[in-house]
């Protein structure tokens, strides 16, 4: 065998042992989930899990890199062929093929008795295994404006919309998306311009008129957009929301057009659009001087919680792809995933990947709760604080941990057709900016916390967390995270109270105690696992995530344990 042929060989095997089923591939995923639903409680949805963990390798994968190979991608079409104006998006019929996939999961039905935010979530981490794929901000904006409907919709509304916006048939069902952006305005909701007039002919429906600037899903259904009716004060106080069919009764499109679709760096299979409104027809989403509220509370809020599972699954199979790699590519004739080098760059990708699930479903549980009528206020005021910045914290991350699985694969991992590495990253890089920036997120946090009183509720919950935590093989670790909690309560108060002084250094502490927050939920679920009898690297990925992020001083070049601990956090993984 010449030196290429065996070269190819190891590349072939490689390819060879890629999962077969998503779900069956993460036992870490089964864990977690078990540390909050109960043994019981995870049977109850494993069934659809490892179901849509098989179909995501079957079906939607395979799609979803057909569309991007050949650039398959959205197509705004205007007229039909005699002419006649119809804004239409046209997809490659893989898109399709993906999207009966992923509806038929269920993803969107579990909504129905409020009680799937754990199915829902876990669902949406597996899908993004493939990016966002034309179908995660779907799923997601459909997720919000459920969401939105079921606590604010007027029961007419509901009986029209939400049977289509549940069903599991997507040939047949109602997508959603969400318009807020406007040129002008960005992350500043206040400055919105688009305007409501109440309609003349049919009672309780109103009239929206103006620009949208970023309109991802622009093919959907049901439009949820904000607009300022008439007479209303400035600012988001003014705002209403509202549902906008996309087509009216006789199939004729809603007083809207498409300027153009957006030609993004990625979610390329996603059709964003800007779109201009004239007049279409529209329905409030609870009461006008609420708009806002609704906006937030079940749209943004929605999509952050969602953003994060997203952010995870993207994480895991950047991992999944780059720890393979490292067991079947030689150099020096051995596999790389032999160097320590190496081998620390995958135990990094690990941590902060669990470190990200734990954090996202430590908020889930707290929508699970809301949605159940179930949360007291503290809980309500986590939530408040986690789904900013779970978001904020794991979409950094993920951008940065498929920046180190293309580092591993070298130059192939910048091959667009070698792995699907190029197109995580591209997507990645978009979910750090939907539905808030960095520092809009960060601003926003800082201001809940001031206007609302955020941060006592999240150091009790934090430290109730780590004392539950507390054992002989966890105390070092639950000691140092609680230290840090102590150091940052005095600043962080500081900086809520202080404008000039919070401007100039709140991200910073955030950065800080999100992360002590993060270890906080991935050490509960490693006692989790030990009070379960379940033998799991939890413990040690929880070590190696304290020691990078939160230890001070820490050097592992004085850690005579540190190349032990990144052996345990692999754990049979890579190498």
């Known amino acids: 065998m010449t030196a290429d042929t065996a070269g190819r060989a190891d ?40 179901a849509f963990g098989r179909v995501m390798i079957t079906d939607v994968e395979p799609a979803v890199r057909t569309l991007e190979r050949h650039r398959e991608l959205p197509v705004h079409v205007p007229y039909d062929g005699i002419g006649r104006r119809i804004d239409g998006i046209e997809f490659h019929p893989a898109h399709q093929e993906a999207g009966r996939a992923v509806w038929a999961s269920g993803i969107c039905a579990v909504q129905g008795d409020g009680r799937g935010a754990f199915e829902q979530a876990t669902l949406l981490y597996l899908l993004t295994h493939a990016g966002e794929g034309g179908h995660a901000c779907p799923v997601v904006c459909t997720a919000g404006l459920i969401s939105a409907l079921r606590r604010r919709g007027e029961p007419g509304l509901q009986a029209r919309f939400l049977p289509g916006l549940l069903t599991t048939e997507y040939d047949a ?33 109103w009239r929206v008129s103006g620009e949208k600037w970023f309109c991802s899903v622009a093919d959907a259904d049901l439009f949820a957009v904000t607009a300022r009716p008439e007479g209303a ?27 153009r679709l957006k030609d993004k760096l990625g979610t390329r299979a996603l059709a964003s659009a800007e779109i201009d409104f004239d007049g279409a027809l529209a329905y409030p989403i609870g009461a006008l001087d609420e708009g806002f509220r609704v906006a937030v509370e079940e749209l943004l809020n929605t999509s952050r919680w969602l953003n994060a599972a997203g952010s995870a699954g993207i994480m895991r199979r950047a991992y999944l792809e780059a720890a393979s790699f490292a067991r079947h590519r030689r150099a020096f004739g051995v596999p790389i995933g032999g160097f320590p080098p190496v081998r620390e760059h995958l135990a990094v990708m690990k941590a ?32 408040r604080f986690l789904v900013n910045v779970n978001k ?17 694969l070298g130059g192939n991992g910048t091959i667009e057709d070698f792995s699907p590495l190029p197109r995580l990253y591209r997507d990645a890089v978009v979910f750090e900016s939907w539905e808030g920036t960095h520092n809009v997120l960060c601003a926003q946090v800082r201001r809940d916390c001031d206007r609302l009183g955020l941060l006592g509720p999240v150091l009790d919950h934090a430290r109730t967390r780590l004392k539950a935590a507390a054992s002989p093989r966890l105390a070092g670790e639950v000691q140092a995270v609680l230290a840090v909690l102590d150091d940052l309560e005095p600043r962080l108060r500081i900086s809520i109270a202080d ?3 919070g401007a100039a250094h709140f ?53 005579a344990s540190w190349t032990g601990l990144v052996d345990a956090v692999l754990a049979g993984e890579a190498g």
């Open 233 to 259: 004060p400035p600012g988001t106080r003014g705002l209403a929301c509202f549902v906008v069919p996309r087509l009216l009764l006789d199939g004729t499109p809603n007083g809207f057009r498409i300027r």
């Open 392 to 408: 904020y914290l794991t979409s950094i991350a993920a951008s940065d941990v498929v920046h180190r699985a293309i580092e591993t």
């Open 352 to 383: 902060e990947e669990h470190a990200a699930l734990a954090s996202t479903l430590e908020l889930t549980s707290l929508v699970d709760r809301i949605d159940r009528g179930e949360a007291d206020e503290p809980e309500r005021a986590v939530h």
């Open 507 to 559: 991200r910073r502490q955030l950065d800080r105690f999100g992360r002590a927050v993060q270890a906080a939920c991935l050490l509960s679920e490693a006692a989790a696992d030990a009070a379960a009898g379940v033998r799991s690297e939890k413990a040690d990925v929880a070590t190696f995530f304290v020691r990078l992020h939160l230890t001070p001083g820490y050097d592992a070049e004085t850690d």
């Open 173 to 205: 069902c109602l997508r959603g998306s969400q318009f807020l952006t406007e040129v002008q305005g960005g992350s500043d909701v206040g400055a919105n311009a688009a305007t409501a007039v109440v309609d003349p002919h049919e009672a309780g429906a």
């Open 11 to 50: 590349l072939a095997r490689w390819l060879e042992a890629a999962a077969a089923n998503l779900y069956t591939a993460t036992p870490n995923l089964a864990r977690s989930l078990r540390a909050h639903l109960g043994a019981a409680g995870l049977r109850s949805i494993e069934p659809r899990l490892e």
């Open 499 to 501: 404008d000039a002084h």
